[in-house]
């Protein structure tokens, strides 16, 4: 199975701040990675599929970059609405496995 | 609107038995593979298991931690999905959502892009 490993677990930032975050594939995934956002009691809404393409109604201040087994997550400018935890999944093959989330909190 | 709404979550014993059911409404239901995803309380995101569209015979795809008690079905005549499960465990315990996957038109390599507002799978004694 391929592994994804996500950094940082847990990141404090403030609105207007600038937020990156990072997905490991422990091997080439190509670009079939796909990062998802969710907020407490509410199911994950897709976000970024194909590492760099945005979903549909998806804010611009987001994006998604990376191939290979180097992915990241940035937002440009966050937003009241952003805080939430932030998961990125592989679909190359099966399973197609999620990292282990980033927790996007309040400083 | 494009939507899936997932029921039969409820308590049950280990051991037990529950079938969970996703009605779609808004799209082309039978074009899709459609997929169980699941989470248990204050965890990540694990992917359950996997049917494909009449194209691909409707083949099943399943996570080895529950292969061999869970399977996947679809009655495309319902727009429904279904997931039975067999000889739960405790470890069971999640919220359960329904997924769209691709079809041909997006190509089967796709996300998730579509979910449930999930049902929950309490298996406790």
């Known amino acids: 199975d391929i592994q994804m490993t996500q950094s940082p677990s847990t990141l404090s930032a403030s609105v207007g701040d600038r937020v990156t975050i990072t997905c490991r594939a422990s091997q080439s995934i190509s670009s079939w990675l796909a990062w998802y956002q969710q907020k407490p009691g509410k199911a994950p809404k897709l976000l970024i599929y194909k590492a760099s393409t945005l979903e549909s109604g998806v804010p611009s201040g987001f994006s998604g970059s990376g191939s290979g087994t180097e992915f990241t997550l940035t937002i440009s400018s966050l937003q009241p609405d952003d805080f939430a935890t932030y998961y990125c999944?592989?679909?190359?093959?099966?399973?197609?496995?999620f990292g282990g989330g980033t927790k996007v909190e309040i400083k | 609107e494009v939507q899936l709404v997932e029921s039969g979550g409820s308590l049950v014993q280990p051991g037990g038995s529950l079938r969970l059911s996703c009605v779609a409404s808004?799209?082309?239901?039978?074009?899709?593979?459609m997929d169980w995803v699941r989470q248990a309380p204050g965890k990540g995101l694990e992917w359950v298991g996997r049917?494909?569209?009449?194209?691909?015979?409707?083949?099943?795809e399943y996570a080895a931690s529950v292969k061999g008690r869970f399977t996947v079905s679809r009655d495309d005549s319902k727009n429904s999905l279904y997931l039975q499960m067999n000889s739960l465990k405790t470890e069971d315990t999640a919220v359960y959502y329904c997924?769209?996957?691709?079809?041909?038109?997006?190509?089967?390599?796709?996300?998730?892009?579509?979910w449930g507002q999930g049902t929950t799978v309490t298996v406790s004694s």
């Open positions: 808004g799209f082309t239901f039978s074009d899709h593979y």
């Open positions: 999944q592989h679909y190359l093959n099966y399973p197609p496995t």
């Open positions: 997924t769209r996957g691709g079809s041909v038109t997006t190509g089967y390599w796709y996300p998730m892009d579509v």
């Open positions: 049917s494909r569209n009449k194209a691909n015979s409707y083949s099943p």
